[in-house]
């Protein structure tokens, strides 16, 4: 990688008002469902859904998304969002932690699996966790998750910054398999304006539908209304073809 691409890689970036949301999909574009009927939101609301925050962040990086969600509906008991011990630690250990996360909000909310959205690295850590307790997943959502990795990585820290260097034994083993267990509904977003995913195309999953936005950043994601929205449709509904 050439040093001025590193040096963008490396920026730090403000958050650029939202854009228009271009389509895509394994075969073609995709169309998340149309608003939901009351009774319908009733009863997407019983599905409880955890929030899992990037690398370096906690719990408060997602509280707006946690917000977002109750006021469209989810109970207060039914939204739950992981604060590692180790924000920069190995996505394997997170993964136990998401275990626990989810055992706690299947608990508390008495629903028999939960939804997750996750936001970058996090979303490393859900799909190892999905690898042994997809049974207790339903729907999630990867928002500008390195799936390929990132050569941004070069610049973080911690037992995450190896794992998520592009060809890193971790993904390769990560990747190796499906994307998602079988039964699993999976859906990403990414950003054109991207300099902590690099490449852009990293945050796509082979055979998984998703969303581009133009042109939120890396972090804005998780604050984009037009976004929410796509993500809360897809909790709802999944997506129709």
Partial sequence: MTAPALAVAAALFVAAPAGGLLQEGPAGPVTPAGPATPASQEAAAVVPVLLVPGWADTAEDVAVLGSRLRVAGWPRDHVLAVTFAHPVGSNREHAREIAAAVDSLLARSGAAKVDVVAHSMGGLATRVYLREHAGKVRRVVFLATPHQGTWAAYFAFGEARGEMLPGSDFLRELNAGPPVPPGVEAFTVRTLLETHVV?????????????????????SLKRDPAVFEVVENFLRHGVTP
Wanted: charged letters at 10%.
């Fill in 199 to 219: 490449p852009g195309e990293s945050a796509t999953l082979p055979g998984v539908p998703g969303w581009t936005v133009c042109c939120d950043t890396h972090w």
